[in-house]
Antibody
Framework: EVQLVQSGAEVKQPGDSLKISCQGS????????IGWVRQRPGKGLEWMGI????????RYSPSFQGHITISADKSTRTAFLQWSGLRASDTAIYYC??????????????WGQGTLVTVSS | EIVMTQSPATLSVSPGERATLSCRAS??????LAWYQQKPGQAPRLLIY???TRATGFPARFSGSGSGTEFTLTISSLQSEDFAVYYC??????????FGQGTKLEIK
């Protein structure tokens, strides 16, 4: 069974750094792209970027490029989303999600449970 | 960047009736379209991919259609567990693979 288990909720101040995680199990981690999606309170889904653990290829949305870093640790089967300078507008639930193995069909097949990040002074 | 527009924003339908949700792309995306279902407090769940293929676990009352720029999600004979927010997403060509803003399906 494919599972994506995300790290717990975080409360941070503006300007703080943060790294949240998403551990995959039940599949060969390095063979599948994994991505991140933002959902601000009461709002819709926003596509942030995707990462391929096999060769560390990353694709960012222009809306997020420069503000976030997506990475992964193959040895622990864990993907990461990090910020070096959080803003109040980063307050949201962040979901990780895995793509299917066929790279030409990059929809999100399996989802993590979400990590709530609150940024407030 | 391709813009996905869903309509209506909210759809009120009685249980047992049919619901029709629309998604329009700002340019052709072929059949590279997915639909997701999100219930309150839960992560989204893949419902339809490749515009018309139902994902594992969803019954046949859910169906997707369309290609190019116009897509439809139809739920025949609505059940209580179907009331949720539905999002479309394209995955055509190069990222970002943007989502629509969602349609909230509520009980009438």
């Amino acid at each position: 069974e494919v599972q994506l288990v995300q790290s717990g909720a975080e409360v941070k101040q503006p300007g703080d750094s943060l790294k949240i995680s998403c551990q995959g199990s039940g599949y060969n981690f390095i063979d599948y792209w994994i991505g991140w999606v933002r959902q601000r309170p009461g709002k819709g889904l926003e596509w942030m970027g995707i990462f391929y653990p096999g060769d560390s290829t990353i694709r960012y949305s222009p809306s997020f490029q420069g503000h976030i870093t997506i990475s992964a640790d193959k040895s622990t089967r864990t993907a990461f989303l990090q910020w070096s300078g959080l803003r109040a507008s980063d307050t949201a639930i962040y979901y990780c999600a895995r793509l299917p193995i066929i790279p030409t069909t990059p929809y999100f097949e399996f989802w993590g449970q979400g990590t709530l990040v609150t940024v407030s002074s | 960047e391709i813009v996905m527009t869903q309509s209506p924003a909210t759809l009120s339908v009685s249980p047992g009736e049919r619901a029709t949700l629309s998604c329009r792309a700002s340019q052709s995306v072929g059949n590279n379209l997915a639909w997701y279902q999100q219930k309150p407090g839960q992560a989204p769940r893949l419902l339809i991919y490749d515009a018309s293929t139902r994902a594992t676990g969803f019954p046949a009352r859910f169906s997707g259609s369309g290609s190019g720029t116009e897509f439809t999600l139809t739920i025949s004979s609505l059940q209580s567990e179907d009331f949720a927010v539905y999002y479309c997403q394209h995955y055509y060509d190069w990222p970002p693979y943007t989502f629509g803003q969602g349609t909230k399906l509520e009980i009438k």
